[in-house]
């Protein structure tokens, strides 16, 4: 620790002053000291016994000053080599083997109480070569957008975290988000890359941002983009109606082209490296909280390295009230299928069955599906001829007024052949295949006949036709309840109160009247379970 000196005839200079009644403004102004120094040489003047407008300080006042030594004392800086080198080992295995940014190195540093300038562990590092400058390239400044027009979206992988739901360690991504103008980001982890997850992920950055901006210039991600041209890039139809509904138009950028979004193209090792390594996440959830702080009070509020100025700001300031309005209204994800029509004039879509008018889609016929969490529509040649509501997984939306209003001849023999081979199978299968296709829509029930011929393939149709004899006898129609008879090889089991000649067993060693289990005359009844027990051991 250094001193400042001050002189003999400095100090009496000042108490010369400050007798004649200076402040200690005017002292600092005439005598260089800070007001500090001035501050603390007059309090111990004071406690030496000098006073304002009194005679001069004696000697042995003055000798007390000087021998004091109170001026203000300067902190010497302590070079970055002597800090650092206790460390050098840490901050090697961050940069070549964590592979770490410096500016993150140097934010671990400070959080474990090692405070050093960004140049002076730069300087620290490359002497030891463990960090090389990289070669500048020619790039061509793209022109400026305006408030609110641009933003770019990116994805990249940042690593492994530890998913609580799943007991296991995943592979993580981050949605990137950066408005052009403002160069304020948006992160979104997320494990997949489906169009509800993208879609997920836009709508907290509307959020965040609480606007939308006109332009969005993704990646070739498949969620957003089903043919990549560079000329004519095809969106998925998902997609573009999200699109729509939100009010921004898509343009993607074409395929390795990454000076096609400049913006964002760094953002994800942005990420990775500031905010990922080294960190540390309880999970997805956990994970998006701390991206969202970071953008706000880390990345949003950085020196840009172009801009010179914070994007936090700049967004607020100038960015924000051009962009789109947000309603804040949670977005149905749709999800888009082609479906044929079977002959039972119904679709399958997400493992549910839902009925196609006949008028408008007969039995081959291509259509377009449109399903939401509530109603799932049915397009043909880009017209609306169904809605049915959504159905879970394995069920069924039936509107009998979609079936013809006279059964064709296909329709009519069709369930008659089915009853035809099934009674080849034997019997029962035959009577179960006629209870099955009974009634005024037998053609509702093709599906089920047609499982039933393939359990006779699976299982023999020996054990077929006993399974329907079983089923037959509990009047149990029902082709899944009839597998799971054949499954658990129950068709040759005896039903309820069949007698198959076996003598009932004989009372066990331990067993007792129900008298015993009384509790109304408790005396009562343990003298008669004593003479009961007394009885069977006699």
């Excluded at 139809?237 to 509904?245: A, I, K, N």
């Excluded at 499954?487 to 009932?504: F, K, N, R």
Aim: hydrophobic residues 35%.
């Amino acid at each position: 620790m250094a001193y400042e000196e001050v002189s003999r005839v400095e100090i009496i200079e000042l108490l010369r002053r400050w007798q004649a009644g200076g402040s200690y403004r005017g002292l600092s102004r005439a005598t260089g000291l800070s007001r500090s120094t001035v501050q603390k040489y007059i309090r111990v003047a004071e406690e030496c016994g000098v006073r304002r407008g009194g005679p001069p300080p004696t000697e042995a006042q003055i000798m007390a000053l000087v021998k004091l030594h109170v001026a203000g004392p300067r902190k010497v800086a302590t070079p970055a080599q002597d800090v650092l080198s206790p460390r050098a080992d840490q901050v090697q295995r961050w940069l070549e083997v964590e592979h770490l940014q410096l500016t993150r190195v140097q934010e671990l540093l400070g959080q474990k109480g090692c405070t050093v300038s960004y140049m002076s562990l730069r300087r620290f590092v490359i002497r030891r070569g463990w960090w090389r400058l990289g070669q500048d390239r020619a790039t061509v400044r793209m022109e400026e957008t305006k408030p609110g027009e641009v933003a770019e979206v990116d994805f990249g992988r940042l690593g492994l975290i530890w998913d609580p739901e799943s007991s296991r360690r995943r592979l993580v991504w981050a949605l990137v988000v950066v408005l052009v103008y403002s160069r304020h980001c948006f992160v979104w982890p997320l494990f997949q890359q489906r169009l509800e997850d993208v879609i997920e992920g836009l709508e907290a950055a509307w959020a965040l941002f609480q606007g939308i901006p006109r332009i969005l210039v993704p990646d070739n991600m498949p969620a957003a983009v089903a043919g990549p041209d560079p000329l004519y890039p095809r969106l998925t139809r998902g997609f573009l109606e999200y699109s729509q509904h939100r009010g921004f138009f898509v343009d993607p950028a074409r395929v390795r082209h990454p000076r096609d979004k400049p913006h964002v193209e760094r953002g994800v090792p942005y990420v990775r490296g500031r905010l990922f390594k080294g960190g540390t996440f309880l999970g997805l959830e956990d994970m998006r909280d701390q991206a969202r702080r970071w953008c706000l009070e880390v990345a949003g509020q950085r020196i840009h390295g172009t801009t010179q100025r914070m994007p936090l700001v700049v967004f607020r300031e100038e960015e924000q009230a051009h962009l789109l309005p947000w309603d804040g209204e949670p977005y149905d994800v749709a999800d888009w299928r082609t479906a044929t029509v079977h002959p039972d004039h119904h679709i399958a879509y997400r493992y549910a069955i839902y009925s196609a008018p006949s008028t408008n889609c007969p039995p081959g016929s291509k259509v377009e599906v449109r399903g939401d969490s509530k109603l799932v529509r049915i397009y043909h040649r880009g017209m609306l001829v169904k809605v049915h509501p959504r159905q879970p997984r394995g069920g069924r939306s039936t509107d009998p007024n979609d079936y013809p209003a006279e059964l064709t001849p296909y329709t009519l023999r069709n369930p008659d052949r089915l009853k035809r081979q099934a009674a080849e199978l034997g019997p029962a299968v035959g009577a179960f295949a006629d209870r099955l296709l009974s009634g005024s829509l037998p053609w509702a029930k093709l599906r089920q006949g047609h499982k039933l011929l393939r359990l006779g393939e699976r299982y023999t149709s020996e054990r077929l036709d006993a399974a329907c004899q079983r089923a037959l006898t509990v009047d149990l129609i029902d082709v899944r309840r009839l597998e799971r008879i054949l499954v658990e090889a129950l068709e040759t089991e005896a039903m309820p109160g069949e007698s198959d000649g076996v003598a009932p067993p004989l009372p066990g060693r331990f067993a007792r009247p129900g008298s015993a289990f009384t509790h109304r005359n408790g005396h009562a009844a343990l003298v008669q379970r004593e003479d009961s027990q007394e009885g069977r051991t006699s």
